[in-house]
């Protein structure tokens, strides 16, 4: 196992620190949450101009043929910067298992689309229960005249207002062992209602109610794989990818809390001098260290091809853990100043706390680990 980034990956994170901290600074942040439409496009554009979108996507399709590794590290950097925005879910939770998942000349239009940036896409598997778990998936299909119909909803769909094709998990109702699939949706199919949600983290996600929507029999993308095994392998990079985007929030977090502790002054003198606040610093430097290392770590077998499924769960739980510590930490070195919405510390809070749960929470895969370890 070697963990430390290569040149390549070194220009990547340095290129990406650059561009961010000049194209989306906070005040961006602030103003997307307001109205996204003032930067959606103008930032769009700028990261299918670095080549962002087709990052892990073949050069025989127009993208870079980076690794999963390299994408952890740009990650990283997104997620300290609070990048706004549908990046994640149309790479992370769309590109790849398109990608890994499509049955040769399937979907390689839609992939070359994608690299250009004409199109978006996200995965939708969540339902009104908010289960990660397979069994809870309630959306059904069944066959049609030219292919399959699906009837359901779905909940908690990310960008699900601004992407135009959705992979969607469902259960075959027609069949007696009730088999997973994955099927792709356009997202103008009659009988798509999409309807925003209101989150705290201001995500765009969405409910998607689906009434006999018919899709083609070429739409289905387990035509190679089971839907299990696509989920499974889909949650498993969601997973290590949202733990790189709270790796890179952490870190900025930590950041904000040791620049306001060394020029805070009580009884005469910066806060950071005194024992309990230096002590907050250390588990909080600490605990990120550790998160860094199981992220890497879960990232570097995804990208060799080896059993991973374990080391995510691992990286996952952990960072869920230490993200609840590290937010709890930092607000008590900030005082009350830090709850108010015109401090920065707010932005990185809500969105650390969201990441927590998604695809599954640290209690989620603490039992997936225990399984792993037959018990």
Known sequence: MYLDLTESQQMLRA?????????????VVREFEEDPETHRSRLWDHLVELGWTGLVIPEQ???????????VVLLEETGRALLPGSFFSNTVLFSLPLLAFSSPGQNDHLLEQLVSGEVKGTLAISEPSGSYHFSDVETRVSPSENGFMLTGTKMFVTDALISDYFLIAAVASYSKDNPLGVFLVNSDAPGMEITGLETFTNDGQARIKLD????????????VSSGEAVLSKTLEWASVAKCAEMLGCAQAILEL?????????????PIGTFQAIQHYCANMATDLEGARIVT??????????????MESSVAKSWVSSIASRLVYLAHQSFGAIGFT?????????RRLKAGEIMFGDEFFHNSKIA???GL
Request: aromatic share 12%; glycine share 8%; net charge negative.
């Open 15 to 27: 290129a990406a620190k650059e561009f961010l901290a000049s194209a989306c600074p906070l005040q």
């Open 61 to 71: 399709y127009g993208g870079l043929g980076g690794s999963f590794s390299d994408l």
């Open 212 to 223: 006999s929507v018919c899709i083609p029999a070429s739409h289905s993308l387990t035509q």
């Open 257 to 269: 809390v040791i620049a306001y502790t060394k020029q805070r002054e009580q009884f005469g003198r």
């Open 296 to 309: 890497y770590r879960a990232a570097w077998k995804i990208s060799t091809g080896t059993t991973s499924e």
């Open 341 to 349: 919405q015109d401090h920065d510390l707010q932005l990185f809070t």
């Open 371 to 373: 399984d792993f370890l």
